[in-house]
């Protein structure tokens, strides 16, 4: 019998909120390339997504969400092992608290 693998996302949200700050040219050239040395041979597709409106004529509430795709659980698993200094890097570019959404890829 065939084994079907589900992808897994990561989702980290930078949210907006009083007194919080994003530099986005540091996120794009120096974090997400953190992000490819460390995690990247066990990822199978990232996509950062900028915030520019919370709906029709509303102010974004989120600076920006980054998706990071897995072939697996197990995947995910390995690449969040070597993250230490992805994660130890937000503060260089943001103080917003991340939020994160794990799951299954339906679609």
């Known amino acids: 019998m065939r084994r079907f693998t589900i992808s897994v996302s990561l989702q980290v949200l930078y949210p907006i909120t009083d007194g ?4 986005y040219d540091y996120y794009l050239s120096t ?17 950062v997504t ?5 709906g029709p004529d509303l102010p974004p509430s989120i600076y ?33 608290e991340p939020q994160i959404l794990i799951g299954d890829v339906v679609g």
């Open 31 to 47: 974090h997400m390339n953190l992000v490819a040395e460390h995690m990247g041979p066990h990822i199978e597709r990232t996509l």
């Open 20 to 23: 919080t700050e994003f530099d």
């Open 64 to 96: 920006a969400i980054a998706t990071i795709v897995f072939p697996d659980q197990d995947a995910m698993g390995a690449a969040l092992k070597s993250s230490a200094p992805v994660m130890a890097d937000i503060p260089n570019f943001t103080n917003a």
């Open 50 to 54: 900028k915030g520019n409106a919370g």
